[in-house]
Nanobody
Framework: QVQLVESGGGLVQAGGSLRLSCAAS????????MGWYRQAPGKQRELVAGITAGGSTNYVDSVKGRFTISRDNAKNTVYLQMNSLKPEDTAVYYCRANWVVAAQQYDYWGQGTQVTVSS
């Protein structure tokens, strides 16, 4: 059974930092790409950052230079370090794992963690 459990959200003032964690179980973690998404009220869910199995990363333009995604394969965990937070970063942040094995696609989401940035 696949589970993705996010943690680390909370309330922070503008300019502050938070680190989100996503612990994965039941996945072939070492060979799959992982991503962090966010959804603000009234807006569509968007990809914030992604990391491949090999460690290559990509970011949405609005967080480049402020957020860093990383992974620890020994702990089956992906992280999102968020610095210089802005009120517009307020959203529910979700972890996603998706992969294809033998032409079968697998796609799982965590339950989300709230990040609120006050001005």
């Amino acid at each position: 059974q696949v589970q993705l459990v996010e943690s680390g959200g909370g309330l922070v003032q503008a300019g502050g930092s938070l680190r989100l964690s996503c612990a994965a179980s039941g996945t072939p973690f070492r060979i799959i790409a992982m991503g962090w998404y966010r959804q603000a009220p009234g807006k569509q869910r968007e990809l914030v950052a992604g990391i491949t199995a090999g460690g290559s990363t990509n970011y949405v333009d609005s967080v480049k230079g402020r957020f860093t995604i990383s992974r620890d394969n020994a702990k089956n965990t992906v992280y999102l370090q968020m610095n210089s937070l802005k009120p517009e970063d307020t959203a529910v942040y979700y972890c996603r794992a998706n992969w294809v094995v033998a032409a079968q696609q697998y796609d799982y989401w965590g339950q989300g963690t709230q990040v609120t940035v006050s001005s």
